[in-house]
């Protein structure tokens, strides 16, 4: 069981920002030897957003996190920390963070960026939780954000066709309410082992950014498809089962499962492992594909809206990511 914390860690308000630009299967279709069908029925894809010339994590991520504090009905001012999530980063420093505070105004904050790619935002959140159960802070924004077009090969079909672009957010606030509300637990892992099985291979390095690796298309991503597909099935499903064990509650009592969005097909074999039914899944890479930090807050805030999540509503977040990272987080709305 948890064990007591002084205070408690209660979603305060959410927010979604998706660029406008659609590009659907049938588009990619003009440009790659691919089809509508394969991705559909492999991925369970059908479009994706793409940032427009003039947008990039830090705007994104600005976007949603504004919606966040208005849904809280909070003034910038009153934010303590503001955590972006992200492995698009506007520029390699600064963190995207502190962009993204400057632009909300949020001057009492301390900013800084999570790079945990695909499970940055349960990171963030776990992050967030701690602060926020010891009384340290009162409230704290995990954004979620990726501008994935500009780090995919867009001639490289198993890895381009499964990427898309947008931010989540959601805003945290610290509460002595007695019952229980808000994170209930939070589970992170990472296996340093398994860093090729998806990867940038850009970066400083021990030579620095050079021509050969910008010519040798090091600075998109390279991923072992088929091996990730059985690694993100066992440790998504191991780890959710974990959060459950540890909060004592039985698969019933979850109104829904907020997975992260890498394949459809991973999330129906995770919910086939643990007995979990399909209904009670909310999914959006139908319309978004993988947003990877992006994809659980973007979930958080559209089934919001929806009305998929009510008071009281017990949801349980499970994620894999590239690292690799993996982790869970039980919450009570
Ligand atoms: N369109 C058409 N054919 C494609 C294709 C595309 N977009 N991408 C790959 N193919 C082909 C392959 O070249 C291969 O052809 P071959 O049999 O002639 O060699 C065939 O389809 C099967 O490829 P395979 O890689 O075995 O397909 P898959 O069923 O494993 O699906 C992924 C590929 C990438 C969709 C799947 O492995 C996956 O989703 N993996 C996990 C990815 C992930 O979650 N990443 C992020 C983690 S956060």
Request: aromatic share 6%.
């Amino acid at each position: 069981m948890n064990p007591s914390s002084l205070f408690k860690a209660a979603v305060a308000g959410t927010g979604s920002y998706l660029p406008d630009k659609v590009l659907t299967n049938k588009d990619l279709e003009n440009t790659l030897d691919t089809s509508d069908e394969w991705i559909t029925t492999r991925t369970g894809i059908k479009e994706r957003r793409i940032a427009a010339d003039n947008e990039s994590a830090s705007t994104m991520a600005f976007e949603a996190g504004k919606k966040a504090l208005s849904s809280a009905r909070l003034e910038p001012e009153q934010v303590d920390m503001v955590i972006v999530c992200t492995s698009t980063p506007d520029v390699l420093f600064p963190s995207t963070a502190c962009f993204v505070q400057k632009e909300l105004g949020a001057v009492n904050s301390a900013a800084y960026d999570i790079s945990a790619v695909c499970s940055g935002f349960v990171f963030g959140l776990s992050i967030a939780e701690q602060y926020l159960k010891t009384g340290r802070y009162d409230h704290i924004l995990v954004i979620g954000s990726e501008a994935n077009s500009r780090i995919v090969d867009w001639s490289d079909r198993s890895t381009c066709i499964l990427f898309g672009d947008g931010a989540g957010a959601v805003l945290l606030k610290k509460t002595d309410q007695e019952e229980p509300v808000g994170i209930l637990s939070s589970h992170i892992y990472s296996d340093g082992a398994l860093t090729d099985l998806i990867v940038v291979p850009g970066g400083i390095g021990t030579t620095g950014v050079n021509k050969q690796d910008i010519d040798d298309n090091k600075y998109f991503i390279k991923m072992s498809g088929n091996a990730t597909f059985k690694v993100a099935v066992k440790r998504m499903a191991n780890v959710i089962q974990e959060a459950l064990d540890f909060n004592e509650i039985k698969m019933e009592e979850v109104s829904l499962l907020l997975p992260h969005q890498a394949n459809q097909r991973i999330v129906s074999a995770v919910a086939e492992k643990l007995n979990f039914p399909e209904e009670k899944i909310y999914m959006t890479i139908q319309k978004y594909g993988n947003t990877s930090a992006a994809s659980i807050p973007i979930g958080i805030a559209d089934a919001m809206e929806e009305g998929k999540i009510k008071p009281g509503d017990v949801s349980v977040l499970g994620v894999v990511g590239a690292g690799l990272t993996w982790g869970s987080a039980v919450i009570k709305w």
